[in-house]
């Protein structure tokens, strides 16, 4: 049988590896992509300003993606040997599981995405409206009548979601303040899943509309003030008189 990781220490670095990059990554993401629902002047701005971070990549490489590689080798471990991080753990045994899938499926996902971003564009960053036309053609492309991008987005979004809030819980459920407290524990599982259908709600209206160009929620800039539909003409069609 394995034998459980009952270090501190490693219990605390596998889960700050994870929680805060990963939060970073989201928050980061929600605040510049949700400028895409005020229209494509104010999404490439918005990308235009992230592209001038001065040391962006390097900030990257130390601060998301050095801890996430980290804590997917430690979390793939995991997973390959069934060994258990705490014992008895914090989660229910579906939590738990889902934890696991999640993860594999995070990992993948912005693996797939870092790709996309950094190895697929070239070196020299691209304009900001170049960004939002190669994400438009992207999300909205379909095979087969499906848009399977924009599926694979929402599927990997709702998973990092799900994993970054559920492993939020999991880190303070852990600490002493919140470990002989019942109440505590379900007032934060409450609050963390709030913010987790915030951001993925978030999240699934920008995919959607960037996909579609209709918003599942909220109106864009004008639409409000559309006009009404073009009257039909006064000529005949047919060509007769």
């Known amino acids: 049988m394995p034998v459980p990781v009952r270090s501190v220490l490693v219990r605390r670095l596998f889960s700050l590896t994870g929680v805060v990059p990963l939060g970073g990554f989201l928050v980061l993401h929600v605040a510049v992509n949700a400028r895409a629902l005020s229209g ?41 040997t069934r060994t258990p991080l705490t014992s008895p753990s914090p989660y229910p045994g579906a939590v738990l599981y889902w934890m696991r899938v999640t993860g594999v499926v995070a990992l993948v996902f912005v693996a797939m995405h870092l790709w996309k971003l950094r190895l697929v564009v070239p070196a020299a960053a691209p304009h900001g409206h170049e960004l939002v036309t190669r994400a438009v053609a992207d999300l909205s492309s379909t095979w087969m009548g499906i848009p399977w991008t924009g599926v694979a987005y929402l599927v990997g979004t709702a998973c990092v979601t799900f994993h970054f809030v559920a492993g939020t819980w999991g880190f303070l459920a852990t600490l ?8 505590r524990r379900r007032l934060t599982a409450w609050v963390a899943g709030a913010a987790g ?45």
């Open 176 to 183: 002493p303040a919140w470990a002989g407290s019942v109440g």
């Open 40 to 80: 494509d002047e104010a999404y490439a701005r918005a990308l235009d300003w992230l592209a001038r971070v001065p040391g962006l990549r390097l900030i990257e490489a130390v601060l998301v993606i050095a801890p996430l590689v980290l804590h997917a080798a430690v979390g793939s471990w995991l997973v390959a």
């Open 197 to 241: 259908a915030v951001i993925w709600g978030t999240l699934v209206n920008v995919v959607v509309f960037e996909a579609t160009g209709a918003r599942l929620v909220g109106e864009g800039p004008g639409e409000s003030q559309a006009g009404p539909p073009c009257p039909e003409t006064a000529y005949p069609v047919s060509g007769k008189k």
